[in-house]
């Protein structure tokens, strides 16, 4: 019951909305482009009152068929059929043969009822029958002043005629077809005044209706007046907004300019700012590292040329060419020549950006690769290492990152404490996107503020009593910052010694450019350890050789186990340069390491290409060499995918020192 009482008012709104949905649409029917009001107010009375006289007359009819279904109701239920023409002539925008119409069909259908319910055999004619109609026919008489105005007074005199005609010769129809008042034995004695009380009730109630029209138009029409006088008076008021407006957006457009300007010139002036101290800096620092080199000529290098020529002179001498103590300091000095040249070399290198591919690094693999070497110190010194390993892969220049592991592990074993075990702590994590590496151990220290200042310097030094050219810390500093990352420092003497390396995740890994040329595109997918080969065009011989050349030259480098030749666009080469390829360079390939091949091709393999891979089938089955020939590159990848070179993720907890 609660459900029901919720729902029924919805219910009941919802049916109102419609109903007055529904006679909105009805009440502007074939109105829809009419703007004069006068004329709109007009035919929306039209269109209702045929809508009533529809509804009336279906009513009277089913209301008159449950009395006894005869002429009556029938003709009632047939009339409506006459107002649904004056709406469809409407519609069909013939608005005054509708109203016309309208204003016609009233008097003749109500006069035309009255003698048609007095013919109808069986039926009791009484004596309020000849008053009521004449009553209807008062009531429609107001219809021609509602859908007329005064604007056609033709038409309106026209459309009340026939009312006119209706009360004045009422008796003489009734009378024409045998049913008039007296011709029934009616006998009331006062029944032929009613005739004129009822034309000039007509007469009185027009001329109210008339008068009452009038002045409405009139009134209309002074609104009419004032709304477009009101029209106007906004239309120059907007006018003036718009100019004002106008105006005041060229002020702001004047004034958002002159901001631009500032703004620009502003931004300007900040970016020249930057950049003239951005140039600068790198002044003073090429500067600081100009002076470095200045010093490392004149004493580094000078000294070791000096004993080199020293001993020359010595060798010169005839007398001492058999004693083994001046070779050997000679090659001490030359030794230590190249260690100089080596070490500025590989600043030049970092400099020049020379190492710039990413390739995918097992971090435990790259600890244990670089511990090997310092076993003997590890066994004498008892080093103890501990190891949290909780990011073991990451893309980034592995000779780099092996050079700065390399520095942290041999700066933490020479600088050890004689009064406690060495302990090497090494700690992996990757957050926000950042992998760092740290590296902590318990021996002596650096007093950071005697020496922080200094410490990333090149050729600075600050512990006397071990070996060492003061160049770990400067080449560790400048390779992390080539990599983009940041290194921090935290030291407490005779304690410990912390470095904290941050190295941003890299992007771009699956698309490595290693050549970009009009002939060829070559690139390396550290995601797959993948050099990737996409020919773009018919090549020479000299541009074919160089493509593989420099991949070979890269697969050198990288070792990159995987292989995809995309040879669709490549056109043919010669029969000498193809054997060149199955003869010389692929099995240079196998030999680095190379262990999946893919080739996509576009009509057919060249003879030579299946003479050699039939030929040396057995060897590539030995060593678990995989060839796959394709049309779709969609294909090579998906192959190369699933017989990918597995990577062994080491872990370093078999590691004891």
């Known amino acids: 019951m609660f459900f029901f ?11 109102f909305e419609f109903v007055k949905r ?4 009805i009440s502007h029917n074939g109105l829809a482009n009419l703007t004069d009001p006068s004329e709109l107010q ?18 009277i009819g089913a209301l008159l068929g449950t009395r006894q279904w005869n002429l009556e109701p029938l003709l009632a239920v047939s009339l409506s059929a006459l107002f649904i023409l004056i709406s469809t002539l409407i519609s069909q925008q013939y608005f005054n043969t509708a109203r016309l119409l309208l204003c016609l069909m009233l008097p003749i259908l109500v006069v035309g009822m009255s003698v048609i319910s007095k013919i109808i055999p069986g039926e009791e004619v009484t004596d309020s029958e000849y008053f009521d109609y004449r009553y209807v026919l008062i009531a429609a008489s107001i219809v021609p002043p509602l859908v007329f105005g005064f604007a056609r007074k033709r038409l309106l005199a026209l459309s009340l005629f026939p009312y006119l005609l209706a009360f ?6 009734h009378n024409y077809f045998n049913v008039g008042y007296y011709q029934i034995e009616h006998s009331l004695s006062s029944y032929s005044v009613s ?84 140039a600068n800096d790198e002044l003073v620092k090429y500067n600081n590292e100009l002076q470095q080199f200045s010093h490392t000529v004149s004493h580094n290098l000078r000294g070791p040329v000096a004993s080199i020529l020293g001993l020359i002179s010595l060798v010169e001498q005839q007398s001492v060419i058999a004693d083994d103590s001046i070779v050997e300091h000679l090659k001490k000095s030359a030794k230590i020549l190249d260690a100089t040249i080596r070490d500025l070399g590989r600043i030049v ?33 008892r080093v103890r290492f501990e190891y949290s390993i909780n990011s073991e892969i990451f893309y980034t ?105 941050c190295l941003p995740k890299p ?40 493509v593989l050349n420099r991949s070979l030259n890269f697969m050198k480098e990288y070792i990159a186990a995987h292989w995809l030749m995309d040879t669709r666009k490549r056109g043919n080469v010669s029969e000498e340069d193809h054997l060149w390829l199955v003869d010389t360079l692929l099995p240079a390939a196998f030999k680095l390491g190379l262990k999946r091949l893919a080739v996509v091709y576009t009509i057919e393999l060249n003879p030579a290409t299946a003479e050699f891979y039939k030929r040396n089938e057995a060897v590539f089955q030995k060593y678990d060499i995989k060839v796959y020939f394709t049309k779709s590159l969609a294909e090579a990848y998906d192959w190369l995918e699933e017989r990918r070179w597995p990577t062994q993720n080491k872990s370093l907890s078999h590691l004891s020192f």
């Open 5 to 15: 009482s919720l729902k029924l008012p919805r219910f009941g709104l919802a049916l």
């Open 22 to 25: 529904f006679w909105f649409k």
């Open 42 to 59: 007009s035919l929306i009375i039209t269109n209702r009152i045929s809508a009533i006289a529809i509804a009336m007359l279906l009513v």
């Open 168 to 173: 004045i010769f009422f008796d003489a129809i």
């Open 195 to 278: 005739q004129w009380i009822a034309t000039l009730m007509f007469c009185v109630i027009a001329l109210g209706v008339l008068v009452l029209r009038k002045t409405s138009d009139e009134v209309q029409s002074q609104n009419a007046a004032l709304i477009n006088d009101l029209n106007n008076a906004n239309a120059q008021l907007e006018d003036q907004k718009y100019k004002i407006e106008q105006a005041h957006d060229k002020i702001q457009q004047q004034n958002e300019a002159l901001s631009m300007a500032n703004s620009q010139l502003a931004a300007k002036v900040v970016v020249a700012n930057n950049e003239l101290k951005e």
């Open 349 to 381: 290198d970092i400099r020049n950006d020379i190492f710039r591919i990413r390739q995918n690094v097992n971090i435990s693999e790259l600890i244990e690769e670089t511990i090997i070497p310092f076993q003997k110190d590890i066994a004498e010194g």
């Open 397 to 501: 220049i592995k000779p780099m990152l092996a050079s700065i592991i390399h520095n942290l592990i041999s700066n933490a074993l020479k600088y050890y404490s004689p009064e406690r075990q060495p302990i090497i702590q090494i700690t992996t994590t990757e957050t926000n996107g950042e992998f760092q590496f740290i590296v902590r151990d318990n021996g002596i220290g650096i007093d950071l503020k005697v020496n922080g200042s200094d410490l990333f310097k090149l050729y600075k030094r600050f512990h006397n009593h071990t070996e060492g050219r003061g160049i770990g810390l400067y080449l560790m500093k400048l390779q992390v910052e080539s990599l983009g990352g940041s290194i921090d420092i935290n030291s407490i003497v005779n304690s410990f010694t912390e470095f904290s390396i």
């Open 507 to 546: 992007e771009g890994m699956d698309h490595q450019i290693l050549m970009d040329e009009p002939c060829a595109e070559v690139f390396f997918d550290a995601t797959k350890n993948l050099t990737c080969i996409h020919w773009r065009r018919d090549v020479s011989s000299a541009e074919f050789r160089a």
